[in-house]
């Protein structure tokens, strides 16, 4: 509020003759236009001055040359989605031994460019030689509870039909486990 006041106050400050400042009782610094017991006057600069020029002016000014610019079309088909040039597991690494006392496993996938849902494409995953009845499109799929073991993981990019367009290898992991005989 007091900045609201400020910024107003400064703008309109041309039309006064003098700003003065001064602490109130509550601590508060106030300013005025008016002089008050103990205040002390503050140069205030006024705001500068935006002429606008008309439309014809600028137009004027701006004369024609040989080297003006062509539009160029860019035509994109847009119907037909790009093919994915990186699609591969990054975590977990193949043959990766790690411990998860929950049961986490978190599978990240590289893929470029992006899964392109606009064409309905989404990712599956195949889990220890099942494919799994979700369907994702985030590079970044998580797995909780998973027993102890090793596992097999593999991804697949499908489009609205459900056909495979790309797959990934398949990465074998060894999740450690705390056992429930040791409780």
Not at 38 to 50: A, D, L, M, T
Not at 156 to 181: C, M, P, Y
Request: charged share 25%; aromatic share 10%.
């Amino acid at each position: 509020m007091r900045i609201t006041f400020l910024i107003l106050f400064f703008f309109s400050a041309k039309l006064s003759a003098a700003v003065y400042q001064y602490q109130d009782e509550n601590g508060k610094i106030v300013f005025t236009d008016k002089e008050v017991p103990g205040s002390v006057e503050r140069k205030v600069q006024s705001p500068p001055i935006i002429k606008f020029r008309k439309e014809e002016q600028v137009k004027k000014e701006i004369a024609p040359t040989d080297n003006s610019f062509t539009d160029i079309t860019v035509t994109e088909n847009k119907n037909k989605p790009k093919p994915y040039t990186k699609f591969k597991i990054r975590k977990p690494v193949d043959d990766d031994n790690f411990r998860d006392n929950l049961g986490n496993v978190h599978l990240q996938l590289d893929i470029s460019p992006g899964i392109q849902t606009q064409h309905g494409h989404k990712l599956k995953v195949e889990f220890d030689g099942k494919m799994l009845t979700g369907s994702w499109t985030s590079s970044t799929i998580s797995f909780f509870n998973v027993n102890r073991g090793t596992h097999t993981i593999r991804a697949f990019i499908v489009d609205k039909a459900g056909k495979k367009i790309k797959s990934t290898n398949t990465n074998t992991f060894h999740l450690q486990r705390f056992s429930k005989l040791f409780r």
